[in-house]
């Protein structure tokens, strides 16, 4: 088999949440190129339509499930439906997440809630879900969204429960690796920098400073090029990395 082979997907099913825009439609994408059957959940049923037409367009399939992945009956549900449409799940992206803007002081307990509830505990259900399956085949591929901001702190958007949130996404990508490797599942974390989408508000001028100027890239990321880091840890070109956090962001934790 060459290199190039073991980046491959073909025959392998996989499961993005959030897939229905940003960087979890780029992963979708990218994951149905590289020849995965591929399954998107969120919450909106109509921009899961939109993406599942958008993916036509280039010749893809998604199959689209509507779940709140904070709701554990959906979470159950969710993962039924991936593992009966695609035949399987080897692959998931637990990519869905949410962030508020606000200083420690000015958080309420609501804002916290829904971040650790969505970028937390709905990661380690839908782990845990998609795990069960994958510890009874012997075989599968979690990638994490993490996040720069679970290594270093934004200025001047202050995000603390955002930032907290994400370094749990890191440790807890490196917990779930050791316990599962035994089951033949490897458990990664993908670390974007800044990437465009509705979430990031990149023509903020009084942000231009530190996210784009103050860069050595001196730009924000297209979620396509995150995208690649995704496939690759989920591939069999990744087989000897587990716990690992990649870190795409155009350099910017380097100072
Ligand atoms: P978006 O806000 O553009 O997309 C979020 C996605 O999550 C949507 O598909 C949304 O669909 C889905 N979602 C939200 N809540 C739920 C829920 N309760 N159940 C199921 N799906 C849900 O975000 P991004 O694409 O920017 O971010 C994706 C991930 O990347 C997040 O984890 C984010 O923290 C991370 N990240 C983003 C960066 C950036 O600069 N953009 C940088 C670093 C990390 P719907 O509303 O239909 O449910």
């Known amino acids: 088999m060459s290199v190039?082979?073991?980046?491959?997907?073909?025959g392998r099913k996989a499961l993005v949440t959030g897939g229905?825009?940003?960087?979890?439609?780029?992963?979708?994408?990218?994951?149905?190129?590289?020849?995965?059957?591929?399954?998107?959940?969120?919450?909106?049923?109509?921009r899961n339509a939109l993406a599942v037409a958008e993916?036509?367009?280039q010749g893809l399939t998604f199959v689209p499930i509507t779940a709140d992945i904070t709701d554990d009956?959906?979470?159950?549900?969710?993962?039924?439906?991936?593992?009966?449409?695609?035949?399987?799940?080897?692959?998931?992206?637990?990519?869905?997440?949410?962030?508020?803007?606000?200083d420690s002081w000015h958080a309420t307990d609501d804002e916290w809630s829904q971040v650790f509830d969505l970028n937390v505990r709905a990661l380690w259900k839908c782990s845990l879900a998609a795990g069960s399956h994958?510890?009874?085949?012997?075989?599968?591929?979690?990638?994490?969204?993490?996040?720069?901001?679970?290594l270093i702190i934004n200025r001047p958007q202050w995000q603390h429960a955002y930032n907290a949130s994400k370094a749990?996404?890191?440790?807890?990508?490196?917990?779930?690796?050791a316990e599962w490797a035994p089951a033949g599942i490897r458990v990664n974390a993908v670390a974007p920098g800044y990437v465009k989408t509705e979430m990031a508000p990149v023509d903020r001028?009084?942000?231009?400073?530190?996210w784009i100027e103050d860069a050595p890239q001196q730009r924000y990321?297209?979620?396509?090029?995150?995208?690649?880091?995704?496939?690759?840890?989920?591939?069999?070109?990744?087989?000897?990395?587990?716990?690992?956090v990649v870190v795409a962001d155009g350099g910017y934790t380097v100072y």
């Open 134 to 150: 994958m510890t009874d085949a012997g075989f599968g591929s979690i990638v994490n969204i993490g996040s720069i901001s679970g």
């Open 221 to 244: 990321a297209l979620p396509e090029e995150i995208a690649p880091a995704v496939v690759f840890l989920a591939s069999d070109a990744a087989s000897f990395i587990t716990g690992s």
């Open 4 to 10: 190039l082979d073991t980046f491959k997907l073909n």
């Open 168 to 177: 749990a996404v890191h440790h807890l990508t490196k917990s779930l690796a």
């Open 73 to 102: 009956d959906d979470v159950t549900r969710m993962t039924a439906e991936a593992i009966a449409a695609l035949g399987g799940l080897d692959i998931l992206v637990n990519n869905a997440g949410t962030c508020f803007h606000n």
């Open 205 to 210: 001028p009084d942000l231009r400073r530190f």
């Open 20 to 46: 229905n825009r940003g960087l979890g439609l780029a992963f979708a994408t990218a994951l149905a190129q590289a020849g995965a059957q591929v399954a998107i959940a969120a919450r909106d049923a109509e």
């Open 55 to 57: 993916a036509a367009e």
